[in-house]
């Protein structure tokens, strides 16, 4: 029996965000930095070195960043980092309250319309965040007590997909697939409980057909890493 498997696709489209030095970060994180090594024509060549933490831009976590004895990034298997992708739009949501959070009921409308949800699928979730990227002070929309509001999964629905649908992770357009009065981390926890896909800042979710599409995940394979900047290519039908 063959282990071959075919993805067919019309179109590659990048999931990430360009890395430059005024993107949207998490309070607290390190600054991004370039520094120039080498440059034309003095040394031969051009080269810069630089500087980020694990978790900004768009990036993936791992389980070490919530759990002490969890695996750090490098030993995601090549394997789980290639995977298909479904995209719940919560947009019109999401414009009305920016606190709102995927729901059960949310789930089984898109089933409705499109089907179950299949095995070993990461959900992604298009809030329209994305659009929101070149202003760092909407991204993070953070009130005067520096509570951050932007909308993600809820728990209850996080919980459905991992037990009912057995996902393979998730992912989201916002700085974090909880939202951002969810202090707990309560998505994250759950699904790298279960060394699971956890993408954020993702961006060009508009491009993408609700089913269908393959990521291609690229890891910085970081030893020991909470989590790594990555490039997401979604391979479209």
């Known amino acids: ?22 993107i949207p970060q998490w309070p607290g ?20 070195r630089f500087s980020m933490g ?7 976590n791992a389980p070490n960043s919530f759990y002490q004895s969890g695996i750090g990034i490098d ?4 394997q789980s980092l290639v995977v298909p992708a479904v995209v719940i739009d919560i947009q019109a949501a ?14 089984l409308a898109w089933e409705a319309q499109h089907g179950e949800i299949p095995n070993g699928h990461v959900v992604l979730l298009h809030t329209g965040w994305q659009n929101k990227w070149s202003d760092k002070n909407a991204f ?5 007590q520096g509570i951050m509001h932007f909308p993600g999964f809820g728990s209850e629905a996080t ?3 991992l037990n009912e649908r057995q996902i393979a992770g998730v992912g989201i357009d916002t700085h974090g697939v909880d939202s951002g009065q969810d202090t707990n981390f ?32 690229s890891i910085l394979r970081l030893r020991g890493g909470s989590g790594s900047p990555v490039g997401v290519l979604a391979l479209v039908p």
Not at 54 to 60: D, R, V
């Open 54 to 60: 694990e978790h900004s831009a768009t990036h993936i």
């Open 75 to 78: 030993q995601y298997p090549a």
């Open 29 to 48: 994180d390190p600054t991004v930095e370039f520094t120039c090594v080498a440059q034309l024509p003095d040394d031969g060549y051009y080269l810069r």
């Open 186 to 217: 309560t998505t994250n926890r759950l699904v790298l409980a279960q060394q699971g896909i956890v993408l954020e800042n993702l961006t060009n979710l508009d491009q993408l057909p609700a089913k269908g599409s393959n990521l291609a995940i």
């Open 1 to 22: 029996m063959s282990n071959l498997k075919a993805i067919a696709y019309s179109r590659v489209i990048h999931l990430s965000h360009i890395i430059d030095l005024d």
């Open 94 to 107: 999401a414009a009305v309250n920016a606190d709102y959070t995927l729901t059960v009921d949310d789930i």
């Open 140 to 144: 993070l929309n953070q009130n005067a």
């Open 159 to 161: 919980q459905f997909l």
